[in-house]
């Protein structure tokens, strides 16, 4: 692992604070599972200290009920309760050693906990005078700061899918997250709209959980027959039913990518030992660890694993902390690095400059991210 294994210098919490961050999108992201006409975020700032020297460092904390336990609500009591757990504390030397730290103390919070840790170690990288990814994946996360993601096309009526489809590959989009999962036939029909609205577009389907394994081989059979070039599955069967992800992963060419059913390590282990699934989404609102998702990639891609790195419609500050470990894993297989091309405004700059779909992640100190407006 390329991760620092201690600071040389020693670091204080000064304080801890969180605001609500709901930016509306551009039309409803519609899911299997949910809708969302606005972001359900918070805005997590640290300020370190180290000596003489002071920064501070900002984290998103996304949520996306009922993919997440936590609501937006939530997250800013419970930051409000760590502040007053850990304003005044040192943190620990080592790295890893500060994942553990804060998962002691907010247990059951992951999304609270990684925008906290997120902020910390944007703090942290600043004080180093590195770029994040640095921090995390020492030369190879220095020399990885080139990214291409997908876009994802949501849930609506088969001819509007086709149409966004349509806009995004005139921008240079190459690969569509489409997202499926209600219904198998109107499923087929929006694929369809796609594929002749976009011929030649790669898909990356995702399910999120909507369907049995008979429904989403059912789909793939349709997709086969209409000549629909599918890039990956994603999460096509409910998390607990890996019985019925292997089933699919087994009968299809294309790999399947687990998403809610790995939510952190032990999930992790977990699909090395049964191998129901191809890849792995790394999301780090869901594994509520920066540091721990950047440990999961490792660990998935020396089993074999394929890896995704996706979010939960963040802003451009969630989508750039993800980036950065993505870098610093030497890029991944499938990124989704998208929602806040999706968003109505956008509160921050910096972070990533994009052409399209092609990301140059920011070679400043830590996220590289600034709040809009900010000196």
Sequence with gaps: MALAD????????????????????????????????????????ARIVAGARRAFGLGEAACLPPVTREDQPDVLREVALAAEKLAGAPLPADLPALQAKLRDALPHSPVARVAIETALLDAIAKLAHVPLRTLLGGDLGSRTDRLETDVTVAIADPARMGELARQWTARGFT?????????????????????????????????????????????????????????????????????GMRQVADALDAPVIADESVKGEEDLRELLHLRYADGVNLKLAKVGSLLGAYRMGVDARAGGLALMMGGM????????AAAHVACALGGVEFVDLDTALLLAEDPYEGGYSADGPRYAVSADPGLGVRRRGAL
């Excluded at 670091?11 to 609500?20: F, N």
């Excluded at 709901?22 to 409803?28: A, K, M, T, W």
């Excluded at 369809?192 to 577009?201: K, L, Q, R, T, W």
């Excluded at 419609?313 to 750039?320: A, S």
């Design 175 to 243: 690969a569509l997250k489409v997202k499926v999962g209600k219904d198998v036939d109107t499923d087929a029909r929006a694929l369809e709209a796609i594929a002749a609205a976009a011929p030649g577009a790669r898909l990356r389907i995702d399910a999120n959980e909507g369907y049995t394994a008979r429904e989403a081989l059912a789909l793939a059979a349709a997709s086969a027959r209409m000549g629909i070039l599918v890039e990956c599955w994603e999460q096509p069967c409910a998390a607990l039913d890996l019985d």
């Design 6 to 45: 201690r600071l040389d210098f020693e670091v204080t919490i000064e304080s801890l604070g969180a605001r609500a961050l709901s930016v509306p999108l551009i039309e409803p992201f519609v899911i299997a599972t949910g809708r969302v006409d606005a972001t359900r975020a918070a805005e997590v700032e």
């Design 313 to 320: 419609v963040e802003t451009r500050l969630g989508m750039t």
